[in-house]
């Protein structure tokens, strides 16, 4: 962890927020490379969980909702970690993430546990009253519920379907940490499915697997990856059942997404207390129901730390992030073996051919050896280089970032070959 932290911060990638102020504790800034890699990650899921499928459709609710959305959902009352506090060193823990009942700190003595909300609260329009009082979510699953009648009726599904979204979360972290890991303002990637009761088990299944082969299929190491039952008591009283996606940090296993079966949980305390009809009427059967919803909620920022952790090593010379291409942050870099006018026009010529297709960086300073190096650093799967030999045969050499092998291609089959690759892609184990 602490070599993936250094490495973002060197590069401009991910670093604290407010840097000039002395940052913010838990709140980071995704900077130069750092912001692609993110999009790339909302991408990959995007394209995996709406874009090709026939049954999930997505959407973009806001982050300020009525507050009666968080009393039935049950995060007014419910939503809480039993803080402590050491009597010694007045620092604070989460009680359920101790491994004794002495501060880990200093081992002074705790004070009881109280439940603390991790709900943000502010206040819409220009009086702090508590008629005006809101939250900023905390999770972005409530804006589907809430929309569930009108996006069916937009998008004319039949259950099953699923409706999908991306977005910001924030949750008042008792003891943020572990880098991005864990902050108070982050972003998920959350699908609500909705079913009728005749298959519920068998669809939870199948999402649980297919959440699992997304990491797979985006090159996560199999043998860190890990699926974890919840136990009956660790259920919430709604849900029925509930598998943890985790991946293997160097803090130990860790969840990064979890699957849930909330039952009809979620619409029905929705049509209790807004008094509106969130059933689904069948119009092949005559039927009204309530639909059983089948989650999937995942974390960006923590899917984006496992793909770096997961990508990290350090090869003799070289660190390199061996990040599947579909996420690495620049596709292909290109390189003029030397500054040389003749050679810099040509490598500019190459960018400007690639760019509308693939993210491309150019780097003209330093040796090869060494620009090869920085863009390994950051996961660029595959290096271009033009040389003089390049101005006879219109031919560059494009070198492999995990096997570091050479082709010579010609320039009018470079975009092919870079796609056919790409798509081609399998990790190097
Ligand atoms: P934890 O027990 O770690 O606090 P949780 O079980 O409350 O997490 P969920 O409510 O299931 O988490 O949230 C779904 C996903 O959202 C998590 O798997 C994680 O990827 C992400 N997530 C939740 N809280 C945070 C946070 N504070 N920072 C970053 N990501 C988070």
Redesign the pocket.
């Known amino acids: 962890m602490n070599e993936i932290i250094s490495l973002c911060k060197r590069r401009g990638m991910i670093f604290p927020s407010s840097e000039i102020y002395g940052g913010i504790n838990s709140c980071w800034d995704y900077g130069v490379l750092g912001a692609d890699l993110k999009r790339n990650v909302k991408n990959a899921w995007w394209y995996t969980m709406v874009q090709m499928r026939d049954d999930v459709v997505g959407v973009d609710t806001s982050i300020i909702m009525h507050p009666d959305v968080w009393k039935a959902s049950g995060h007014v009352s419910n939503f809480t970690d039993p803080l402590v506090d050491c009597k010694v060193c007045k620092q604070r823990f989460r009680a359920d993430h101790l491994q004794s009942d002495r501060c880990p700190a200093c081992g002074g003595e705790l004070t009881e546990a109280r439940q603390f909300n991790l709900m943000f609260k502010t206040y819409v329009g220009p009086v702090e009253e508590s008629a005006a009082q809101v939250y900023l979510r905390p ?1 972005t699953a409530q804006g589907i519920f809430v929309d569930f009648k009108t996006i069916q009726a937009a998008s004319r599904l039949r259950v099953p379907f699923g409706i999908a979204q991306i977005g910001k ?1 924030f ?1 008042n ?1 008792v003891s ?1 940490g572990n880098f ?5 303002e ?1 972003e ?1 990637m959350e699908m609500e499915f909705f079913i009728d009761d005749k298959k519920d088990d068998e669809w939870f299944e199948y999402w649980v697997e297919e959440r699992f082969k997304w990491y797979l299929d985006l090159g996560v190491n199999p043998a860190r990856l890990r699926k974890r039952r919840h136990r009956p008591d660790e259920l919430a009283h709604y849900a029925k059942a509930c598998v ?1 996606i985790e991946y293997e940090f160097s803090i130990g296993w860790q ?4 699957i849930a079966h909330r039952g009809r949980f979620d619409l029905t305390q929705h049509m209790n207390q807004s008094g509106k009809d969130l059933s689904y009427y069948d119009d092949l059967t005559g039927e009204h129901f309530v639909p059983i919803v089948i989650e999937t ?3 960006v ?3 984006l730390l496992t793909f770096l952790v997961d990508a990290y090593a350090e090869e003799g010379e070289r660190t390199v992030l061996r990040l599947h291409p579909r996420l690495a942050p620049t596709k292909v870099a290109i390189f003029p073996l030397q500054k040389k006018p003749e050679l810099v026009e040509k490598a500019r010529e190459v960018k400007r051919l690639l760019q509308p297709y693939l993210a491309a960086a150019y780097d003209e300073t330093g040796s090869i050896g060494r620009r090869y190096r920085r863009q390994d650093e950051v996961g660029t799967p595959y290096g271009v280089t033009i040389d003089f030999d390049t101005l006879n045969d219109q031919a560059v050499t494009v070198r492999d970032r995990d096997t570091m092998t050479q082709n010579r291609v010609v320039i009018d089959q470079l975009r092919n070959f870079i796609q056919d690759r790409m798509e081609q892609y399998k990790p190097l184990r």
């Open positions: 999770e979360s949750r972290e943020p991005i890991f864990r902050s108070r982050f998920q943890d969840e990064i997404e979890g909620s995942a974390g920022d923590r899917t």
